[in-house]
């Protein structure tokens, strides 16, 4: 299963972007889909995820900042990301888990909040 990122960029400090994730096949939702991101030198960290049954979960340096979601029919994952900073600088990856199909990662793409 090969997931396609889009929506990465450059922006300045304050202002917003909207990832996206295709996720194709025919077990979509089934998974538990997240977004995850990776700055130099850091470990890869988890930003949000949502489960097969639409619960969500994010990270708190992220909280009240971001938002994510999912649509079944059109098997994309989203993720709202508004008064972005200069720290949420990082290559953002998607990613679908489940226990019974695997787990598969997107190629990556790069967010920069610079002025």
């Known amino acids: 299963v090969q997931l396609v990122e889009s929506g990465g960029g450059l922006v300045q400090p304050g202002g917003s972007l909207r990832l996206s994730c295709v996720v194709p096949g025919n077990y979509f939702e089934f998974y538990t889909l997240g977004w995850y991101r990776q700055a130099p030198g850091n470990q890869r960290e988890l930003v949000a995820d949502?489960?097969?049954?639409?619960?969500?979960k994010y990270a708190d340096s992220v909280k009240g900042r971001f938002t994510i979601s999912k649509d079944n029919d059109k098997k994309t994952l989203e993720l709202q990301m508004d008064s972005l900073q200069p720290e949420d600088t990082a290559v953002y990856y998607c990613n679908a888990d489940s226990a019974l199909l695997g787990g598969y990662w997107g190629q990556g793409t790069q967010v920069t909040v610079s002025s």
């Open positions: 949502i489960t097969n049954r639409g619960v969500t």
